[in-house]
């Protein structure tokens, strides 16, 4: 059973750089044809797509979100990472790492439990 | 910028039938793009319900069924029950790596 972890501060300040890494377990990401992604949800909102990224490396990003982000992988450690940088308080959200799962389905099969980040000085 | 939209807020009493869409802002929706439907309850990470279009994921009861209606996907809910209410979400495939997720359909059941 495929499991994603979810960790990093809960607490960044404005202008800052908020990271997040993702472990995955039962699987591997270097040997998966799979994209993994970051996905996140401001309390009492949405949910908003921020990035892909394969086990080669190749990212895709939302463009809106794109001139801050930066999502990298370490196969050997089987993690992804986010770094969003010049946070402000409309960046507050619950933070999840999931798999998209390619094979015809294109669909984020498993999903971190998530993790709350808060912007504030 | 893609948008995918969905109705903020429906309503459905108990037994009753629900549809909910996913269209898109330019142009229609189709296979092509891999719907996918998943549901969110507070406090919970969202599970996925419906996947290309009208698979249900494992697990999920047949009340539960995907399709295209017109130009948009479609989420129908049978027989609707008290624990259905929800947010419900779905998300486009749009190539390449990239993804757009829909607002989100608040679901009351009363």
């Known amino acids: 059973q495929l499991q994603l972890q979810e960790s990093g501060p809960g607490l960044v300040k404005p202008s800052e750089t908020l990271s997040l890494t993702c472990t995955v377990s039962?699987?591997?990401?270097?040997?998966?044809?799979?994209?993994w992604g970051w996905i996140r949800q401001p309390p009492g909102k949405g949910l908003e797509w921020i990035g892909n990224?394969?086990?080669?490396?190749?990212?895709y990003y939302n463009s809106s979100l794109k001139s801050r982000i930066t999502i990298s992988v370490d196969t050997s450690k089987n993690q992804f990472s986010l770094k969003l940088s010049s946070v402000t308080a409309a960046d507050t959200a619950f933070y999840y790492c999931?798999?998209?799962?390619?094979?015809?389905?294109?669909?984020?099969?498993?999903w971190g439990q998530g993790t709350l980040v808060t912007v504030s000085s | 910028q893609t948008v995918v939209t969905q109705e903020p807020s429906f309503s459905v009493s108990p037994g009753g039938t629900v549809t909910l869409t996913c269209g898109l802002s330019?142009?229609?929706?189709?296979?092509?793009?891999?719907p996918s439907w998943y549901r969110q309850t507070p406090g919970q990470a969202p599970r996925t319900l419906i996947y290309?279009?009208?698979t249900r994921s494992s697990g999920v009861p047949d009340r539960f069924s995907g399709s295209i209606l017109g130009n948009k996907a479609a989420l129908t809910i049978t027989g609707a029950q008290a624990d259905d209410e929800s947010d419900y979400y779905c998300?486009?495939?749009?190539?390449?790596?990239?993804?757009?997720f829909g607002g989100g359909t608040k679901l009351t059941v009363l």
């Open positions: 290309s279009t009208n």
């Open positions: 998300v486009l495939y749009m190539g390449s790596g990239f993804v757009v």
């Open positions: 330019s142009g229609s929706v189709s296979t092509s793009y891999y």
């Open positions: 999931a798999r998209l799962r390619r094979s015809g389905s294109y669909t984020f099969d498993y």
């Open positions: 039962g699987g591997s990401i270097g040997s998966s044809s799979d994209y």
């Open positions: 990224i394969y086990s080669s490396g190749s990212t």
